[in-house]
């Protein structure tokens, strides 16, 4: 009886601090919050993707290089970008993307105003006749990480 008791209390003992011994698995999220944003339709890997974040109407969205509050343009790898924009304040926000392909620094056209590289906008807004406005486009921060999935139209 004494030798049963020893073993399960043994048994035991080991289990314990075996389970205590093994990491626990840590979830895929950035350490800081903010606006996380994966591009998806990318057409290739050529050039690059800008992501602007705009916090007003002003020069949305054409305007991104001047008006937009925040810009990130990154190197696109294996048709896959994704933009992370840290410590933004709370507030109301609306992101414009465009696939730069010979990284102009603007998104081209054809001779009607057809635009000839990706873009995308927020809640994966559109326009009637051109881009689509702010409020059809913006969203609310709460200052808490937010994860963004944008596709980008040719």
Known sequence: MKDRLFLTLAFTSIAALMLTNFPVPAVAQSPCPGIHVKILNIRNSTGTVACALFESPKGF????????????????????????????????????????????GKLDTNWIGIPTEGYGFSNDATGVFGAPSFSDASFTYDGRNVELTMSLHY
């Open 61 to 104: 969205p054409t305007e991104y290089l001047l008006s937009a509050t925040n810009v990130m343009i990154i190197k696109i790898r294996k048709t896959q970008a994704r933009c992370d924009f840290e410590d933004i304040p709370p507030g109301t926000y609306a992101m414009a993307v465009i696939h730069d392909e010979n990284m102009n």
